[in-house]
Nanobody
Framework: QVQLVESGGGWVQPGGSLRLSCEARGTRSTFNVMAWYRQTPGKERELVAGITTGAERNYHDSVKGRFTISRDKIKNTSYLQMNNLKPEDTAVYYC?????????WGQGTQVTVSS
């Protein structure tokens, strides 16, 4: 059973940085895509960033130039480096691994950006 374990959320002032991690446990599989989503109350979950095994990356327009997604294939872990954070980045962040059979989700980690 694949389990995604997230870490790294918290509170930061505007302009600050945080790094989120997501480890895929219970599997030795290498997944083609690893991604991060975020959600705020009353809104749909939105894709923040994704990365393939070939290191192709895509980002939500609002985070381009500020966020960087990366992955460690050996550790089966994805990372989301978030710089120059803004109050509008405040959300619960979820890591995701989509597969043909099902989509795996982490438990979510709160990121709060405020002064």
């Amino acid at each position: 059973q694949v389990q995604l374990v997230e870490s790294g959320g918290g509170w930061v002032q505007p302009g600050g940085s945080l790094r989120l991690s997501c480890e895929a446990r219970g599997t030795r599989s290498t997944f083609n895509v690893m991604a991060w989503y975020r959600q705020t109350p009353g809104k749909e979950r939105e894709l923040v960033a994704g990365i393939t095994t070939g290191a192709e990356r895509n980002y939500h327009d609002s985070v381009k130039g500020r966020f960087t997604i990366s992955r460690d294939k050996i550790k089966n872990t994805s990372y989301l480096q978030m710089n120059n954070l803004k109050p509008e980045d405040t959300a619960v962040y979820y890591c995701n691994i989509p597969t043909v059979r099902q989509s795996y989700w982490g438990q979510g980690t709160q990121v709060t950006v405020s002064s």
